[in-house]
């Protein structure tokens, strides 16, 4: 579990936000609240270990548009598109999971857990699960009241590795924390469409990336012959470890703006100090996490606590 010490170091990054989230938010309210999440993510674990992935895309999707307060979970109207419905999120999936636990919260705790803390609960005993660390994160989110697809302006894999940066720089994180997180797609999948070019005609050359393992060209042509996406990690792909960034170093990344990170001078350093230890990439994918997890929530009074995760009530 992350040490108290960490904690409150964090609480002199965000403040504001630490003031009113803290570590145990429900223990009196609704105490078997994390439990429910954790036995429920358990289960669709078992059945797909993909939802890792998919959990992860969830929250960070939700948490760089107007903050973790699950915007991205509201469901469209015939007069007004939520985020759901903007081309970024098209990928997000497991709001069936999402939906199960709320209706179990709210049988056992009802109007008390918002949506915003169960995604980042279940985010977080997903990612235990697949191997990677386990730790305490402070909760008492509530949900947003708004809900817009113009409102979403997430980047795209062929951005540049400063403009990648720069997305987590201005939500009050470091270089550390980018590439911490974009080590998440150490359990990742990617539409071939977002990587075709590397493998076929980059810029237009008639050739792939010269930057690719030539033998990954090859295994990547393979696999999205017969299937519309491919690991990120083709080393460990369902296991949350270190791999991914094993793979950069030999040329091996799948996305462009991953295999960027190996080479350019702001982030090569950090994915030398990841590769060659494990459990130091663990510990700083925590920071991390605490800190997205942070990023423009709504406590106390703000927002609701939606009864149901799709609607605003």
Do not use: W
Not at 190 to 205: A, K, M, P, V, Y
Not at 258 to 270: E, N
């Amino acid at each position: 579990m992350m040490k108290f010490s960490s904690l409150l170091l964090l609480f002199f990054i965000f403040p504001i936000a630490f003031a009113q989230l803290r570590v145990g938010f429900y223990s009196r309210s609704c105490p078997q609240a994390e439990t429910i999440v954790r036995n429920l993510v358990r289960q669709r674990f078992a059945a797909n270990p993909t939802v890792t992935a998919a959990l992860l895309r969830m929250h960070f999707h939700d948490c760089f548009v107007r903050g973790c307060d699950a915007s991205l979970l509201i469901d469209s109207t015939t007069t007004r598109p939520s985020e759901k419905a903007a081309g970024p999120n098209g990928s997000v999936r497991e709001f069936d999971l999402i939906d199960r636990i709320k209706a179990q919260l709210e049988a056992a705790c009802p109007s008390t857990v918002s949506c915003a803390d169960i995604v980042t609960l279940a985010t977080r005993d997903s990612v235990a699960l697949a191997g990677g660390p386990s730790y305490s994160i402070p909760t008492g989110r509530r949900d947003g009241l708004v809900s817009n697809s113009a409102d979403v302006a997430l980047p795209g894999p062929t951005i540049s590795v400063a403009g990648a940066v720069s997305l987590f720089t201005n939500k009050g994180m470091n270089v550390f924390d980018a590439v911490a997180l974009l080590g998440a797609h150490t359990v990742g999948q990617g539409n071939c469409g977002l990587f075709n070019d590397r493998i076929t005609n980059f810029q237009g050359t008639g050739r792939p990336d010269p930057s690719m393992d030539p033998a990954l060209v090859s295994r990547l042509r393979n696999t999205c012959r017969n299937s519309a996406s491919a690991a990120l990690d083709q080393s460990t792909p369902l296991r949350f470890d270190n791999q991914f960034f094993k793979q950069l170093r030999k040329r091996r990344g799948v996305l462009q703006v991953d295999q960027r990170l190996a080479t350019d001078r702001q982030t090569r350093g950090v994915v030398a100090r990841y590769a060659n230890n494990n459990a130091f990439f663990k510990r700083q994918f925590v920071r991390a996490m605490v800190k997205m997890g942070a990023v423009d929530v709504l406590t106390g009074r703000a927002g609701e606590i939606r009864r149901n995760c799709r609607r605003f009530n």
